[in-house]
C-alpha cells in the first residue's frame, strides 16, 4: 500500500528533473462558474505531460542490472515520453509500443529522447499485450503507464505541490485513464487533509472506470473511441480500482463536444495548448457535471501533446459553433458578372470571405448553373442572418454547411 512518505521520497528523487509547474488563478473560468479555480499547469511539464514523475521514480528504484536489460513500455504517448526521458537520464534502452494511430507529435517525442517506437495495435490495451510479451520474451523490465506503486507515487507529487500552495481546497478535479494519477494524488491529498474532495472526470467514449466504480466491480469496455487520446484506456486494473474506490470520491464523464469546448476555452482565454486528457476536468466544470459553486477548486491540467491536426479541426468547429465563421453553398447562374455580384453582397454585409470554390460540373446541377461554397468570417448570430437576408432578397438558392 503506497503511503503519503512514499510520495515524499518520490518528491525528493524528482528534485531537480522535475519541474514545479505553476498553479494558478483562472480568472474568466472562476467568474463564470462562481467559484474559485486554480489550474495545475502539466501541460507545461517536461516532455509536456504529469508522466514523467511517475516513470523517473520507477526508473530511479531498479537496479542496475535491471537498467541494462533495458526497459519496455506501452503508453498512448505520454508515459512514452516520460519513461524514454527518463531512461535517456539513466543510460538505459527503452523500447515503446504505442498505438497505430498515435499523434506524430508524440511518436515524434519519444524518438527525440532516443527510445524506439513500435506502433502496434488500434488501442492503449492492444498495445500494452504487445509490449509485455515482447519484455518477457527479451527479458527486459516492463514498466506499467499505471498499475505500478513507484509510477503511482510519482504522479501522487503533484498534489504535494498542489497543497504547498493552496492548502484550503475543498476540491481536485483530476482525468482519469488507467487510474494511476488520481490513485497517487488522492492519497497524498487525503493524508493532508482528509476532508478534500477527489473528482474524477472520463470521456465517455472510454469510461470504464466510472462504470466500475458504480458497480464496484470491474466492467470493461469492448472499445474506445475519444479524442482524449491520453485517457483511451479500454480495460479496467483491478489494483487500480482498490485504489480509486478506497480514495475517489465522485467520477463523472464529459462528451467529445465538451472536451472540444474546453480546448478551445482553454487555448482562447487561458492561453493554453492542452491535449483532450488534459482539458477534460474543465470540460466537467463548464459543462456542470460537477457541483463548484462557491468551493475553492484545482484543476489538473494533465498534458499539452496535442496534435496539431486535431487541434485546428477542434478551432474550425469552434469557430463555426460560435458563428464567428460561416460556410455556404450558393446557387447562381453561370455567366460573367455572376460571381462578382455575389461577392458585392457579401462586401457590403461586412462579411470577410477567406475561402472560396466554384463548381459548374456538379449533377446536381441544371445547366447554365454553378455552385459556389464560401467561407466567411462573421462577427456573431446576428452578423450571419442580415447575411442571409441579404442573400434572400437578391433571390440567391443557397444553404448554409
Known sequence: MITLNDIKQAKDKLEGVNQNTPLTYATILSKELNS??????????LTGSF????????????????RDKGVVAASAGNHAQGLAYSAQHFSCDATIFMPEATPLTKVSGVKSYGAQVILKGANYDES????????KEYDKEFIHPFADDAVIAGQGTIALEILEDCQDLDMIIV???GGGLISG???????????????????????????????????NSKSVKTIADGIAVRDVTPMMLDYVLE????????????IANAILFLLEKQKLVVEGAGAVSVAAMMHNKIDIEDKKVASIISGGNIDV??????????????????NLLVTLMDKPGALMHLTNILKDSDANIVQIDYDRNSVKLEFGEAHVTIALETKGKEHQNTIRENLKHSGYRFKQI
Open 185 to 219: 494524488m488522492a492519497i497524498a491529498a487525503k493524508a493532508i487533509n482528509p476532508n478534500i474532495k477527489i473528482i474524477g472526470v472520463q470521456a465517455s467514449g472510454a469510461n470504464a472506470m466510472k462504470t466500475s466504480f458504480e458497480m464496484q466491480i470491474v466492467s
Open 51 to 66: 508522466k514523467i514523475r511517475g516513470a523517473f521514480n520507477k526508473l530511479s528504484q531498479l537496479t542496475q542490472i535491471q
Open 247 to 258: 480514495y475517489v470520491d465522485e467520477i463523472v464523464e464529459v462528451s467529445e463536444q465538451e
Open 175 to 177: 482525468p482519469i485513464g
Open 128 to 135: 500494452y499485450a504487445h509490449a509485455t510479451e515482447f519484455s
Open 309 to 326: 491536426t486535431m487541434l485546428s479541426l477542434i478551432i474550425e468547429k469552434g469557430l463555426v459553433k460560435s458563428n464567428r465563421k460561416m
Open 36 to 45: 474559485s479555480i486554480y489550474l495545475k499547469k502539466e501541460n507545461l511539464q
